[in-house]
């Protein structure tokens, strides 16, 4: 039942990331009957506000974050919690400390998590070089840039020789973490660097959080060489991409 359970929360999770805000909501509004009338105590509310909080995040982040924080707080306190559902509260609930400019928290949730889930699943799962390239960027912004470069290095370290699709991809998410990195350290020779190496289909994914990353860098980079017109003409295909998400 707790795998139905996230099951039925992932999918919503990815429909909302498609787009798909009603159908979602529909999946997740199933998964939380089935929770209560299911599930002992708190735990299946607890598996709920950890998905909630995911489908919520980088659309309604203050809705995700009393998600998030309730999920861990209910995690911290159910004996049934297991180890892998309390690294993934941290790493989500990191994520939304450091969607809202709240470093300090981030980096304590998100280096828990990164240490967790070295231990569960390896060096070089998704989860693992996820929580490392978000860790990174919290000390990017804390104007911390030797750590944020030392974090980043480590994750490349981890990918070395790996050439399944899998850590192809997560290589070029660590890429544009070390892109947002020379951004903010106004490296723009790095930052050059970095962008050179990825291209659309690394960011463009509608179910990857940062895929604005891009398109936004080449507008930046763009504008600080001078090239104004260049800039608009980037601008303007940006929005044209962008969709609404559905009600």
Do not use: C, W
């Amino acid at each position: 039942l707790r795998m139905h359970l996230i099951l039925a929360a992932d999918l919503g999770v990815v429909l909302a990331r498609s787009g798909q805000r009603a159908e979602a909501k529909h999946v997740l509004e199933r998964a939380r009957e089935l929770a209560s009338a299911r599930l002992p105590g708190d735990q299946g509310q607890a598996i709920l506000m950890l998905h909630s909080g995911r489908f919520e995040l980088g659309h309604d982040n203050q809705a995700a974050l009393v998600s998030l924080e309730q999920a861990q707080r209910l995690f911290a306190a159910s004996p049934e919690t297991e180890s892998t559902e309390m690294s993934a509260s941290r790493h989500y609930l990191g994520t939304v400390y450091l969607e809202l400019g709240r470093l300090d928290e981030a980096e304590t949730q998100l280096r828990s998590a990164h240490a967790m889930f070295t231990q569960q699943y390896g060096r070089t799962d998704y989860d693992t070089l996820a929580a490392l390239g978000s860790l990174a960027l919290a000390s990017a912004r804390r104007e911390r840039y030797a750590a944020a470069v030392d974090l980043l290095a480590e994750g490349r370290s981890a990918l070395q020789g790996k050439t399944e699709r899998k850590h192809l991809a997560m290589a070029a998410a660590l890429t544009g973490r070390q892109l947002q990195t020379a951004m903010l350290a106004g490296d723009l020779e790095a930052a050059e660097a970095a962008l050179s190496l990825l291209s659309d289909p690394d960011v463009s994914d509608p179910t990857v959080p940062n895929r604005h990353v891009l398109p936004l860098a080449r507008i930046d980079l763009s504008m600080h060489r001078g090239a104004l017109g260049q800039a608009r003409a980037l601008l303007d295909s940006y929005r044209g991409t962008m969709t609404v998400d559905a009600p």
